[in-house]
């Protein structure tokens, strides 16, 4: 699993699943909060698609963790202001980089995560499909 994958599934993962899969990738190391969990607010930056050029869009709500196990970081920026989960996807920030051996241990879960997430997006999407309304004008039929 790649770091992109990991933010993926603890951005969309509930709090108290992440921590509790938190809990088992540092299992048994002691766990030193360097920075936070915080609130902090984060700008919004976009580019307009004619020039290129960048702008702020505003700003958003996000909490914030840094922390150190067993030698290495882990950090997180979560959108919302839940401390806890910024927290525990910092925790397995810093087991996915120091290849922690109970971090492989709890890859298959996280995955199931992704996984159940994709299915409800494709649920969503196909009671999406079913309000999806045809127009025809009159002219088209005479054809």
Do not use: W
Request: hydrophobic share 50%.
């Amino acid at each position: 699993m790649d770091k992109l994958a990991l933010s993926r599934i603890c951005a969309f993962a509930d709090s108290v699943q992440l921590a509790a899969l938190a809990e088992k990738a540092a299992a048994g190391l002691k766990i030193a909060l360097l920075k936070g969990p915080e609130k902090t607010m984060v700008f919004l930056q976009a580019r307009e698609p004619v020039r290129q050029s960048r702008f702020y869009l505003g700003e958003l709500l996000a909490a914030h963790c840094v922390v150190e196990i067993a030698g290495v970081r882990g950090a997180a920026v979560q959108m919302g202001d839940d401390l806890d989960k910024a927290r525990a996807a910092a925790i397995l920030d810093a087991a996915h980089t120091g290849n922690f051996p109970c971090f492989a241990l709890i890859e298959p879960e996280l995955l199931q995560l992704e996984t159940a997430r994709k299915a409800s997006l494709a649920r969503e999407a196909a009671e999406i499909r079913k309000t999806k309304v045809s127009f025809e004008a009159l002219e088209d039929r005479q054809r």
